[in-house]
């Protein structure tokens, strides 16, 4: 199983970033998938998340109308559109695959920095 996340980087204020997660070894289109993020000396915090089929999304107060999460599962990827960064949105940014089968299988990616400074 391994979800590789990409796209982060150094963007100014009011800028934009495109986040990619790509998954492989597990069937990606029955996860739910959601991106959280971890700044400097905070707890790990849920961005975004989107259901197995892509109907229904849900995000965090802070995020809402800036950042979009979106997944292509012909693609077995998930997505995140952020727009209007802000300097507080500078984090390590990770997604995750979750579903319950029988069990609770949870997968995590390595992370993508996203520094925002002018």
């Known amino acids: 199983v391994q979800l590789v996340e990409s796209g982060g980087g150094l963007v100014q204020p009011g800028g934009s970033l495109r986040l990619s997660c790509a998954a492989s070894?597990?069937?990606?289109?029955?996860?739910?998938m959601s991106w959280y993020r971890q700044a400097p000396g905070k707890e790990r915090e849920l961005v975004a998340a989107?259901?197995?089929?892509?109907?229904?999304?849900n995000y965090a107060d802070s995020m809402k109308g800036r950042f979009t999460i979106s997944r292509d599962n012909a693609k077995n990827t998930v997505y995140l559109q952020m727009n209007s960064l802000k300097p507080e949105d500078t984090a390590v940014y990770y997604c995750?695959?979750?579903?319950?089968?029988?069990?609770?299988?949870?997968?995590w990616g390595q992370g993508t920095q996203v520094t925002v400074s002018s």
């Open positions: 989107i259901t197995s089929t892509g109907g229904s999304t």
């Open positions: 070894g597990f069937t990606f289109s029955s996860y739910a």
């Open positions: 995750r695959a979750r579903v319950v089968a029988g069990r609770i299988y949870d997968y």
